[in-house]
T-cell receptor, first 112, second 112 residues
Framework: GDSVTQMEGPVTLSEEAFLTINCTYT??????LFWYVQYPGEGLQLLLK?????DKGSNKGFEATYRKETTSFHLEKGSVQVSDSAVYFC???????????FGSGTRLLVRP | DTGVSQNPRHKITKRGQNVTFRCDPI?????LYWYRQTLGQGPEFLTY????????KSRLLSDRFSAERPKGSFSTLEIQRTEQGDSAMYLC??????????FGPGTRLTVL
């Protein structure tokens, strides 16, 4: 069945460091791909998405490119801030389905 | 756009008791979803409504679980005869057709 695999956390970085969180997926066809973020005590928020191969999603300095050949959707940010500390979830959704399938999440901790 | 709201935010109950959660979606969204999130994991799909019709149910939704959306607006999720394994965060999301799912803050259930 469809699945999403994320790198295990926590990922601990100093402020202004470069961030990469790896995400790979298994799915039939061409799913849409998403990154959601969950700040402490809050609900999931959509961070960015891409709906077809080679699309790049971007928001708030975060970017991810839909790579069909490597079935990946890695999240990157050039310079993280303390306020980026949160749990990040990669997810997919097939066009033929209503449900999102999530990875297990990666906790990011950014130190001043 | 006031966002998706969920009540209560926290619920502590004893094993064997029944509990009911409420979700109010974003007003113009006709699609509503329930997910369950256990500690350290990503959300898992439970069920989906389009207007008042429940169109998909996960195998995770045992006979003790029932969800309704009587007038195509708010939704309730009831768990009968709660078990300790039901302890989790229950998330509600809503969307327009073919659009992004927006999540509420969740209801955290603790079964003692």
């Amino acid at each position: 069945g469809d699945s999403v695999t994320q790198m295990e956390g926590p990922v601990t970085l100093s402020e202004e460091a470069f961030l990469t969180i790896n995400c790979t997926y298994t799915a039939t066809g061409y799913p849409s791909l998403f990154w959601y973020v969950q700040y402490p005590g809050e609900g999931l928020q959509l961070l960015l998405k891409a709906t077809k191969a080679d699309d790049k999603g971007s928001n708030k300095g975060f970017e991810a490119t839909y790579r069909k050949e490597t079935t990946s959707f890695h999240l990157e940010k050039g310079s993280v801030q303390v306020s980026d500390s949160a749990v990040y979830f990669c997810a997919l959704k097939r066009d033929s389905s209503y449900k999102l399938i999530f990875g297990s999440g990666t906790r990011l901790l950014v130190r001043p | 756009d006031t966002g998706v709201s969920q009540n209560p935010r926290h619920k502590i109950t004893k094993r064997g008791q029944n509990v009911t959660f409420r979700c109010d979606p974003i007003s113009e969204h006709n699609r509503l979803y329930w997910y369950r999130q256990t500690l350290g994991q990503g959300p898992e799909f439970l069920t989906y409504f389009q207007n008042e019709a429940q169109l998909e149910k996960s195998r995770l939704l045992s006979d003790r679980f029932s969800a309704e959306r009587p007038k195509g607006s708010f939704s309730t999720l009831e768990i009968q005869r709660t078990e300790q394994g039901d302890s989790a965060m229950y998330l509600c999301a809503s969307s327009r057709p073919t659009d992004t799912q927006y999540f509420g803050p969740g209801t955290r259930l603790t079964v003692l």
